[in-house]
Each structure stands twice: as C-alpha cells, then as structure tokens.
C-alpha cells in the first residue's frame, strides 16, 4: 500500500492537473501534490474533463465535508471516475453543511458514471448520495451508510441516505454489496432508497437495516421499464405510526410505479400493525413480480396488494411465509383492506403465490444482535424459487445459484455449474453433471460425466477455488487443480464417480470446485483435450 501511495504521489508531482484527467490521483491533505480534498478533486475533475477512466484514491482519515458534484465532460460507461480508500475501511465522510454528495446534472450535459467503492458514508445534515434530474449510470458498492443522515434543510420533508429525482429514460443506478441503515423516524420521513421516475435500476446484494424508518426502498413515478430488486437482506422495523392504514414498507412501490422484479430477498423484521415488506400499488396492468423471497416476520403484512379492483397488479409465487402474530398478505391498503393471516387464505383470495410455502425457514438468528439470516442445513426453502431470472446467479454470500434455487437471499447446499465446457470430436463438449443429493451425510452423491469420446482418458479436477485460465481453443481451466483423479470412458462416453460426503459439521459453508478434461484428438486445445463447465459442490 505504502508503493501505491508513493507511486500515485509522484503521477500528482510530475504533472500538475492534466488539461483532461485520467489515470490514479490520490486524496490526501497531508501529500503535498495530491488533492486535500474530495472537494478539491470534484472541482480538478469538472474543470479540466476526463479522456479515460480515473481511479480517485483516498488516504485513510475521516473526511468533514459537502461536496457540490457538478456534471465531468467525457465521463461515460468506459471512462468512469471511481473515489475509493486506499485501505479498506479506512475512509469516513460526514457531510458539512447538507448532504455529502449533491450530484447535478443539466439536459444538455448529464452528470454519469461516477462510481463510490468502500465509502464509509457516517453522517450529514442532509443526505449521503443525493441526485437530481439528468443524473445517470452511478455506481454504489460496498459502501457503509450510517444511520444519522438527518436533512435540517428548511422546506424539505425527508431524512434520506440515497435520492434519485430522476427524468425517464436515463440509464439506473447500480447499488450492490452495501450495508444502509435508515435514519429512525423522528419530525421527518425516513427513507433509504428514494427513487422517482427510475429505470433499470439494479439493487441487489445489500444489507437494509430499516431501524424504525419508514420506507427502505420507495419508487415513485412512472417506472416503466424494469428494476430489479434481488438478494438484498432486511432487517430491523419500521416506523409505527398512528394511522389505522398500510403506509410504512420496506419495499414500496407507488401506484404509478411498476415492472419490477423483486427476487430472492430475505425480509427478517418485527413489524407495526400497519407496516409491511412489500407494497405494491400499481394501477395499471403490468406487474411487480415478487418471487423466491423469504418472509420471516413478526407482526404487520407480508404483502400488500395496495389498490382493490379488478386490475392483477401483482404477480407472486415460491416464496416462504412465516408470519408470527401477522398476515401473509391484505388487500388495499386502507383501513378498511381486507387482511390474509394464513398462505391458504392468501392464494384463495388472489390466486397468487400457488407454489408458495408457509413454514418456519429455519434461520439461524433471524432476529440477534447482528441478525444472522442463513438457513440451516435442515430449512425448507430448497428448491422452493420459482421464475428465477437468468441475471440471479449467485446468492448473497456469493455462492452459485443452482437449477432448482432456494427461495431467499442465501442458497443452501447445492451442486452448481459455471462456466462452459468447449467442444471436441464432432463439435460436442463433454458435460457435466452429477446425481444423488449435495449434503453433508450424503452418501449417494456423484458425479457425471457424459458426452465424451469413448474408452478415453477423463481427468476430474477439484480445488478449493474457482479460476477462469485460458487453455487456448476456446477452453477454460475453471477450478485450482489441487486434486486429480483419472478414470477411462466406457463405450458410451460416460463416467460415473462416487464422492460420499461426510457428516462433519466443520464441512458446512465450505464450498468445493470440480471439472473433467478428456483426452480428445478432435478437441482445438493444442493439449490435445477437451473440457466440461465447472461444477461448485456448495455445503
């Protein structure tokens, strides 16, 4: 880290600010040469452009200031300025005198592809990532977001963490791998997400603590085109307010707001009476889609299907419902909705949520001090997702979505492919598969290899990583070959091998990656061999 820090100095010492940027520059008040500010860096940044991607490094302090970030001339998808700490963890910012970052953007000159990396956002007296019309293609992750963003700001309503007055059309956002604690409700509205007139937004792989605020995520206004809300962790309550209606939500979609996919999300969260997770309220006959979710919840409502008519504004099914002294669901969300305490009640109401299970998802701390929301090995949830989209391919921990995933956020033990095989004689690769039950204790589990040559060589590899190395002809060496077994095809091209795993507790969250290489003259490897996709044994 030290070379870093000296090599980015002497980039900032032998060139004073370029007439375009790009390239690493460094934060640092105590450098001299470097930026003393990420104010001062904002201003280089919008007064001299950028011609490729800039990379802002921040040497480690807490940071005290509001930064005005005006639109950057050149930045684009490829040339996109990220502010990150040279050591991780090591950078906090507090807003000075109202939020911590205003971005702002005109019609003829977007403000886009700014991108925030290991930020730890602890405080303002306004919000943390503010952002108004005409700003586009931001990038949030692995950020830390403090629950005291309090707006003091005259005329405004809202404690938010992160705004988003968007214009329809412009390209979403990209929140991933953060943690965002709301502001708990005091003399204003608490939001974490507030996103209006959004698009193909992408939340997804974040930890939510609601913390007595009101809305987690709320989107409003004229949301047409698809947001995809998945593997995102809620945790905490919500604001208990006086009113006899559904209001307060972890998701809320308003009634002109709709098209979002909301997939594979674990809901751990002690309710009010009138708060929910999800609120859907679209008027119009496109749907929200809430599948593959977890709803382990103590009081208030699962879902609310927020406008009665004849209008089938949602679309709902394989998730888990346990519903402690509260309902599965209710429709319309005033006083006088009608609730759902139990699954069977729910799907005879709406004919949503067919394959959908009402069960404890065995969690193993659902509601602790830090809340631990992964299934034990014995949960129901397996296989339980249905309509799964393509883009879900991992869990929250990063493990691999198998063909048949679990409902909620975690994946629990499964065999998973990834990757692609690469073809040898006649243009056919070798595939891989397996059979028997991916458990601890399991003792039919196997693998499977089929589409190969007949009475050939087949090496299996496992290791304990997954690599992406290039074999030249298109194939791949996709695990760490830390262990190597061989075995001969038989007349079919196929092979069978048995792999019992233990009952060992010690096993459980390992994970374990595996590939066949079989010799094959019609394979375009020059090693003369051809590959199966991998396999990850998750446990």
Known sequence: MKHLLLSVSAGL??????AQMSGTYL??????????????????????????????????????????????????????????????????????????FA???????????????????????????????????????????AGEHRSTAAGEYRHLVILSENQTGQIGWRVHHNTITLASYTNRTS???????????????????????????????????????????????????????????????DVSNYNNRILHNTFAMVLPANACCISSGSTA????????????????????????????????????????GGNVGRLDAS???????????????????????EA???????????????????????????????????DFAGRLRDANPDAGAYESTSFALYGHGCAGTGGLAPALGSSGTAALGSPNFAFELSQAPPISIAVLAGGVQSVAVPLGGGCDLLTTPDAMVAFVTDPSGLVTVPF???NNPALSGSNSYFQFAVADIGSASPLGLSFTEGGALQL
Request: glycine share 12%; with cysteine; net charge negative.
């Open 13 to 18: 010492l032998a060139a004073v600010t370029p």
């Open 27 to 100: 934060v640092d008040p105590g450098t001299p040469g470097a930026f003393a500010s990420f104010t001062e860096a904002v201003n280089a940044l919008f007064v001299n452009g950028v011609n490729g991607p800039v990379e802002v490094f921040v040497a480690p302090g807490a940071y005290t200031e509001s930064v005005l970030f005006p639109p950057i001339s050149g930045a684009s998808s490829t040339n996109t300025i990220t502010f990150q700490p040279l050591q991780a963890g090591s950078v906090t910012i507090h807003g000075a005198g109202g939020d911590t």
């Open 103 to 145: 971005m702002l953007g005109v019609a003829f000159q977007h403000n886009r592809s700014v991108i925030f990396d290991g930020i730890w956002f602890v405080g303002a007296p306004g919000h943390a990532i503010s952002g108004t019309t005409w700003v586009e293609d931001m990038e949030i992750r692995n950020c830390y977001f």
């Open 191 to 253: 939001y974490g997400i507030y996103l209006s007139n959004g698009g193909n937004w992408e939340i997804h792989h974040n930890v939510i603590d609601c913390n007595g605020g009101d809305y987690g995520l709320y989107l409003i206004n004229n949301n047409t085109t698809l947001d995809t809300i998945y593997d995102n962790l809620f945790v905490g309550t919500l604001h208990a307010t006086t009113s006899s209606g559904i209001g307060q939500a972890a998701i809320k979609a």
């Open 285 to 324: 006959a496109a749907q929200n889609y809430i599948y593959g979710n977890i709803f382990e919840i103590v009081g208030g409502t699962a879902i609310v299907r927020a406008v009665i008519g004849s209008v089938t504004n949602l679309s709902s099914d394989g998730n888990v419902f346990h519903c402690l």
């Open 335 to 357: 006083s006088s909705g009608t609730p759902y305490p139990t699954l069977a009640d729910w799907q005879l109401a709406t004919a949503q949520d067919a394959a959908s299970l």
């Open 360 to 394: 404890d998802p065995q969690l193993n701390d659902p509601f602790g001090s830090p809340p631990d929301l992964r299934p034990a090995p014995t949960s129901p949830i397996v296989g339980v997702a249905v309509n799964t989209s393509t883009w879900v391919t991992d």
């Open 500 to 502: 019992g795993i233990p």
